[in-house]
């Protein structure tokens, strides 16, 4: 696992993290694409990609400069379920990570998103949330997998579009 060059930041191991509160929960996904990390982060930051990555969103909007710490963008999804999740931008370094705080149905996560370059090329794209809300279930469902089939549908495709724009580049 990677590890910050303190040892505490958002890479940390988990066995050097802080031990989790109850209630909070922690989910993490990663992929590799052929993409350098400048084009997955293009796509990545392009909202004009996110409907060709998934068809579970209606309609994003931006509140303040895009992908600057402070600025919130309104994501209107239509499934799972017909919700707004907004977000707030906490940190980004462009081209290497961004963070930010969801709120939705109740519950707050917080996420980041890391681009890390592999040897060799490509790009290895990582992600974890960390999540606490009124329950552990939605509508009969775990909140837990619900997160876990989205990050898996949405990075792989996100993976497939990445891995297409390198091969036209």
């Known amino acids: 696992m990677e590890e910050s060059s303190g040892g505490e930041g958002p890479l940390a191991p988990l066995s050097r993290q802080p031990t989790l509160r109850t209630g909070i929960l922690r989910i993490e996904h990663a992929v590799v694409t052929k993409a350098r990390p400048g084009v997955a982060w293009r796509i990545f930051t392009d909202c004009e990609y996110w409907g060709r990555i998934s068809n579970r969103y209606r309609a994003i909007q931006w509140f303040g400069t895009p992908w600057t710490p402070g600025s919130r963008v309104r994501v209107q999804l239509l499934r799972p379920f017909k919700t707004s999740v907004d977000r707030v931008i906490t940190a980004c370094e462009p081209g290497q990570n961004v963070g930010w705080i969801n709120h939705v149905l109740g519950y707050t996560m917080e996420q980041w998103v890391f681009f890390q370059p592999v040897v060799g090329g490509g790009t290895r794209v990582f992600t974890w949330i960390e999540f606490t809300g009124p329950g552990h ?19 792989e495709a996100f993976r497939v579009e990445c891995d297409r724009a390198a091969l036209s580049s």
Do not use: K, N
């Open 137 to 155: 279930t939605l509508e009969g469902r775990s909140v837990q997998e619900i997160i876990e089939e989205y990050l898996e549908e949405w990075y």
